[in-house]
């Protein structure tokens, strides 16, 4: 940072100019007079000595250059700290909304980020919002599970446990794809990429991958293991599929850009449900159960274990390639909580207290939004807070969009707000 310097001036002002000689009425030679030494005499009382006040004065003056001097030295020191990621934006801003969506209600609605955008699927069909909240496709499809997943590009909506599913892109294309049995789950990959777990006759499930155009490039029949769900890498070369066996749950990877090679290496671990999986990168990811939560690379090499100490997992959220978040509670049902987030490598980045019932709570760009029951609270990915929204209706999903922005989301209308 630079800093400016203030240069003293000279014991006399530049170009201070001799007091003038008085003319004289006799002949002798006019005597010499001393320059005037204007700030001196003025610093200096009628006995030659500096007067007190002026002696505070200066004094005051050198405190505060000092001060001055010192803080500049600190917020250059620590000027990471000041970073727009790290500084407190606001504490109890009364919410105003700055846009509203509208979509139908229905039963059973569920909803996805898709880009800026919102996917909203309900029994009835499904709905797709642009990012200004622009209906841009719609389309009747009877669900009796609706569930929906989103990429920057398109959103996927299917039914649990039926035989339907649909993708709608942002130019109102919509296509449904023929899926080979009943739907268990269907994951999306920040590139497109879309695993599609199924029931198929004679094996205990098929895992199907299209790429971002609908190909289908690799399918895997699972005879032994209960496949849970799929999930693609962000750079598409690799498969990780989740499922459960007789000891307990376990991991297997699938090289894509050797036609779906299974690695040797698995990671498994026994009397224990597995919930999820999540990709940071082409080369780490994580899974989670409700105790404790694993680190490993690509090839199932176990690298770091987060365990939750007893607490109860009742939330968790994972920020692309950037962190995870969890909110930890000693009982199964409360107000109180502690959140935790996590890098990729399964470091604690930091934690924060909540004493507030969550609603929902969801990672985006390096930011943490909780939707609790008094307000929103929005973090950064060290759980600084950033700022915190009072005042809110009864709100029961949230998502967030571009940096400092939430989405807010009601029964058939969702509301936009700025932290």
């Given amino acids: 940072m630079a800093s400016k310097h203030l240069k003293k001036s000279d014991t006399a002002p530049k170009g201070a100019h001799q007091a003038p000689e008085e003319a004289t009425a006799t002949a002798q030679a006019p005597e010499k007079k001393k320059p005037v030494a204007f700030r001196r005499e003025r610093l200096r009382d009628e006995d030659g000595q500096f007067s007190q006040r002026d002696a505070v004065g200066a004094l005051i003056a050198l405190v505060a250059?000092?001060?001055?001097?010192a803080a500049t030295l600190v917020i250059w020191l620590y000027r990471d700290s000041f970073s727009p990621d790290n500084m407190i934006l606001s504490a109890d801003t009364a919410a105003v909304a700055t846009d509203e969506y509208v979509f139908d209600a229905g039963s059973g609605q569920a909803f996805?980020?898709?880009g800026n955008g919102l996917a909203v699927a309900n029994a009835a069909g499904l709905e797709l919002l642009d990012g200004d909240g622009t209906p841009v496709t719609s389309m009747l499809m009877q669900m009796e599970n609706p569930a929906a997943a989103g990429c920057e590009n398109f959103a996927v909506f299917y039914d649990l446990g039926g035989t339907r599913l649909a993708v709608a892109w942002f130019d109102g294309t919509v296509q449904e794809l023929d899926v080979p049995g009943a739907i268990l789950s269907a994951t999306v990959s920040e590139t497109g990429y879309i695993a599609l777990t199924t029931e198929s006759r004679g094996y205990r499930a098929l895992v199907t991958v299209y790429d971002p155009s609908l190909e289908v490039i690799y399918q895997w029949y699972s005879s032994s293991a209960?496949?849970?769900?799929?999930?693609?890498?962000?750079d598409g070369r690799q498969l990780a599929v989740l499922s459960y066996t007789a000891s307990g749950s376990e991991v297997r990877f699938f090289d894509l850009s050797q036609g779906g090679v299974q690695a040797e290496a698995a990671f498994s671990v026994e009397n224990t449900v597995l919930l999820d999986v999540h990709w940071?990168?082409?080369n780490r990811l994580c899974t989670l159960s409700s105790e404790q939560m694993f680190f490993f690379d690509a090839d199932g090499?176990?690298?770091?274990t987060y365990s939750f100490a007893g607490q109860y997992l009742v939330g968790y959220s994972f920020d692309g390639a950037n962190c995870a978040a969890l909110a930890l509670s000693p009982y199964r049902a409360g107000t109180t909580a502690t959140l935790v987030s996590l890098d990729p490598a399964g470091t604690v980045l930091g934690t924060a207290e909540m004493n507030s019932g969550i609603v929902c709570l969801t990672a985006r760009d390096l930011e943490i939004l909780v939707l609790a029951a008094d307000g929103a609270t929005l973090y950064n990915s060290s759980l600084t807070e950033k700022g915190r929204l009072t005042g809110l209706p009864g709100f029961k999903y949230a998502m967030l969009r571009a940096r400092g922005e939430a989405l807010l989301i009601a029964a058939n209308y969702a509301e936009v707000y700025q932290f």
Avoid: D
């Fill in 301 to 304: 090499q176990w690298e770091n």
């Fill in 65 to 69: 250059a000092v001060v001055l001097f």
């Fill in 112 to 114: 996805a980020a898709a």
């Fill in 226 to 234: 209960w496949v849970i769900s799929g999930a693609v890498s962000p």
């Fill in 280 to 282: 940071f990168s082409a």
